[in-house]
Structures are given as C-alpha cells and as structure tokens.
C-alpha cells in the first residue's frame, strides 16, 4: 500500500458510478475497493482489471492540499497502524472483547441510554445505513433518531456543512441551552 501512495489516495476517494442500469448511476467505488477480494491491491499495483485504468476523484479529493496532507502523513508512517483495525476486524480477533463489553454484569445485552445521533451514508458500503437495525430491534438504543445523507464513506469531506447542520440540531433539541444553564 505505501509503495503508490497517489493510486491510495484515489481508492480513499475515487468516483465509479455503476455500469449497472439498475443501480442508475449510482457510486460503487468502494464497494470495489473494500468489499471485492483483490480489487484494492490490484488497483494499487496496476494490474488485473485496474491495470491501464484509474479512476476519477469525487470533488472534494480534487482539492491538491487534501491529497498532499493524505499523501504527507502517509508518507511518514504508512499504513500499517492504520490498517490494523480491519485485518482484526476482518478475522475476527476482536470479537470475544467486544461480546464481553457488550454485556452488563448480569448478563444482559448494555443499553444505550443517552440520546443517540446515528448518521448513515446511501453511498458508504462500509458503514452501511441498515447498521442500527439489529441494535434498534434488540432493544438496546432507548433514544435513537437516525439521518441518513446522500454521501460516501467520506461524508465529511464531502458534505461538512450539512453534517454539521444535522449535529447542532439534534444537540439543540436533546440539550437545549437556557439561560439557567
């Protein structure tokens, strides 16, 4: 991954609207990326199907300071530490800790019992939208409200001001500021 840090860059954040009529248009970059087996790595060494393609960069990572910055802090420590989270995740060696933080000192499945803002992404194959449904039918959110933006994975890259937007509403309706506090 360090050896093309700008073929990195670009599958950060690239732009593939699907071939698919059905999708209509819709960006597949990173389920591409992150969700097909090898495409990541085939893409960042020039070979298979990516081997004389690159892709085009949503607007935002047109932005030449982003991609220096991107490129910089990379560049010093690669991304070996970075990564490290998803090769766990991927095989599952965290999965007892997890269970056993879920889980209060009687047994049961722990609450979430302060409000919760979940924002989710319709283009974000990662952090996908449906996420909350299983902790939502559980029981285990008691004051969820979702919102879900049209945005990719990098949504605050890409759409700052309305992620900003969303968070001082719900803090100003769940934690409203009187003149006693």
Not at 19 to 35: A, Q, T
Not at 128 to 141: F, H, N, S, W, Y
Request: aromatic share 10%; net charge negative; charged share 30%.
């Amino acid at each position: 991954m360090n050896h093309d840090l700008e073929r990195m860059f670009e599958v950060n954040h690239g732009f593939y609207p699907s071939p698919v009529s059905e999708e209509k248009g819709r960006d597949i970059w990173m389920r591409e990326m992150f969700c097909t087996p090898g495409a990541m790595r085939d893409y960042v060494a020039r070979q298979g199907k990516w081997k004389n393609a690159s892709v085009e960069l949503k607007p935002y990572a047109k932005n030449p300071d982003l991609k220096k910055r991107f490129i910089d802090r990379m560049s010093k420590g690669g991304f070996e530490g970075p990564v490290q989270y998803y090769h766990s995740l991927a095989r599952n060696t965290m999965i007892d800790d997890e269970r056993e933080l879920c889980k209060a000192s009687d047994g049961s499945d722990k609450k979430i019992t302060v409000p919760l803002l979940y924002i989710g992404q319709t283009g974000d194959w990662v952090c996908r939208t449906d996420q909350m449904g299983p902790a939502k039918e559980q029981g285990l959110v008691v004051d969820l409200e979702e919102k879900v933006v049209d945005a990719g994975h990098w949504v605050l890259y890409e759409k700052p001001e309305e992620i900003a937007s969303l968070i001082a509403d719900w803090l100003q309706r769940k934690y409203p500021v009187t003149k006693e506090n």
